[in-house]
C-alpha cells in the first residue's frame, strides 16, 4: 500500500529563515512525487513535482529513494509562503495516476 | 491555463434529499477527474476515478450506489451523494487531468456539502 507521512501539522519559522518540510514515503516501486500547496482561501495547486527538478518561488525538493524522503525546501522564508502544504504521492506511472496525501503542514511565517 | 470550476461552492440541504456536484475542466479535456472528500484538518481522501465515457473506479470503502459519478464528456463529470445524511457532510473536491503522457492534477476550488 502507499502511503505518504508528514510528521509536522503545523511548523512556525521567522521570515528570511530556512525552511523545510518533511515528506516520507511509503511506495513499493518508482512513485512520482509532487507538492501541492494551498494560499489562504484559494484552491489546491500544484508546486512542484520530482521529475521536473524545478524550482518553483524559490522552494525545491529532491527525492532521496535510500530515505523514501521528498523533503521541500527554502532557504530563506517569506510571508507569502505561508500557506498548507501538502506531500502526494501517484503511482503506477500510466493511465491511473490516483494520488495519495499526506495529511499537510501548515506552515506560518512570522514576520 | 488548466482551470478546474466546481459547483456548487456551498450547499446546505435536508437529510434524505440528493446532491450533485458538477466538476469542470474549462480550457482543457479531461480524460480522467478525481472525486476527493476532506473531512476537518484532514488530508485529502479519494473517492473515485472517474474516466471519461466509462464506469468510475470507487476505493475500497466507498459506496457506489451512495456516491454516484458520471464523466459523459471531456469536460464534466458530476458526484450526485444520494439520499444524503449528516454523516455525508464534508467538503469535497474535484480534480482533472489532461490526456496523454504524465500529466499533474489540477484542482478544483471545493464544494462544502452540509445536510441538516
Known amino acids: 500500500a502507499q502511503r505518504v507521512t508528514q510528521p509536522e501539522k503545523l511548523l512556525s519559522v521567522f521570515k528570511g529563515a530556512p525552511v523545510e518540510l518533511k515528506c516520507n514515503y511509503s511506495?513499493?516501486?518508482?512513485?512520482?512525487l509532487f507538492w501541492y500547496v494551498q494560499y489562504s482561501r484559494q484552491r489546491l495547486q500544484l508546486l512542484l513535482r520530482?521529475?521536473s527538478r524545478e524550482s518553483i518561488k524559490g522552494f525545491t525538493a529532491d527525492l532521496n529513494k535510500g530515505e523514501t524522503s521528498f523533503h521541500l525546501k527554502k532557504p530563506f522564508a517569506q510571508e507569502e509562503d505561508s500557506a498548507m502544504y501538502y506531500c502526494?504521492?501517484?503511482?503506477?506511472?500510466?493511465?491511473?495516476?490516483?494520488?495519495?496525501f499526506g495529511t499537510g503542514t501548515r506552515l506560518t511565517i512570522i514576520p | 491555463g488548466a482551470v478546474v470550476s466546481q459547483h456548487p461552492s456551498w450547499v446546505i440541504c435536508k437529510s434524505g434529499t440528493s446532491v450533485k456536484i458538477e466538476c469542470r475542466s474549462l480550457?482543457?479535456?479531461?480524460?480522467?477527474m478525481f472525486w476527493y472528500r476532506q473531512f476537518p484538518k484532514q488530508s485529502l481522501m479519494l473517492m473515485a476515478t472517474?474516466?471519461?465515457?466509462?464506469?468510475?473506479?470507487?476505493e475500497q470503502g466507498v459506496e457506489k450506489d451512495k456516491f454516484l459519478i458520471n464523466h459523459a464528456s471531456l469536460t464534466l463529470s458530476t458526484l450526485t451523494v444520494t439520499s444524503a445524511h449528516p454523516e455525508d457532510s464534508s467538503f469535497y473536491i474535484c480534480?482533472?487531468?489532461?490526456?496523454?503522457?504524465?500529466?499533474?492534477?489540477?484542482f478544483g476550488d471545493g464544494t462544502r456539502l452540509s445536510i441538516l
Open positions: 511506495y513499493s516501486g518508482s512513485p512520482e
Open positions: 480550457d482543457f479535456q479531461a480524460t480522467t
Open positions: 520530482h521529475i
Open positions: 472517474s474516466n471519461e465515457g466509462s464506469k468510475a473506479t470507487y
Open positions: 480534480s482533472a487531468r489532461r490526456q496523454g503522457g504524465s500529466q499533474p492534477q489540477h
Open positions: 502526494a504521492l501517484s503511482g503506477p506511472p500510466v493511465g491511473n495516476e490516483k494520488l495519495t
